[in-house]
Nanobody, 110 residues
Framework: VQLQASGGGLVQAGGSLRLSCVAS????????MGWYRQAPGRKREFLAS???????YYVNSVKGRFTISRDNAKNTVYLQMNSLKPDDTAVYYCATTVSWGQGTHVTVSS
């Protein structure tokens, strides 16, 4: 499956963005879909995942600020990001266990 992330951009600290990740085929049978990010000079880090049983998981650094959701009918996974901080500046990627999408850039200005 091919994944295409979009929705990144420049936002001020405290602002919000919603990222979208559209898959090239049905995601109904894909158990877990996740979002990751990689900041300049840092390793890629896992952020959140959404399973096809409705469960979600977040790392502590984004818990309470980011919300992952999936719309199987649209083959799309979303990442709603609120209360953004300059430290959230990174390239954001969506992924399954076997596929990675091209990233979308998020820049948070102070």
């Amino acid at each position: 499956v091919q994944l295409q992330a979009s929705g990144g951009g420049l936002v001020q600290a405290g602002g919000s963005l919603r990222l979208s990740c559209v898959a090239s085929e049905s995601i109904v049978e894909i158990r877990d879909m996740g979002w990751y990010r990689q900041a300049p000079g840092r390793k890629r880090e896992f952020l959140a995942s959404a399973s096809n049983d409705g469960s979600t998981y977040y790392v502590n650094s984004v818990k309470g600020r980011f919300t992952i959701s999936r719309d199987n009918a649209k083959n799309t996974v979303y990442l709603q990001m609120n209360s953004l901080k300059p430290d959230d500046t990174a390239v954001y990627y969506c992924a399954t266990t076997v596929s990675w999408g091209q990233g979308t850039h998020v820049t948070v200005s102070s």
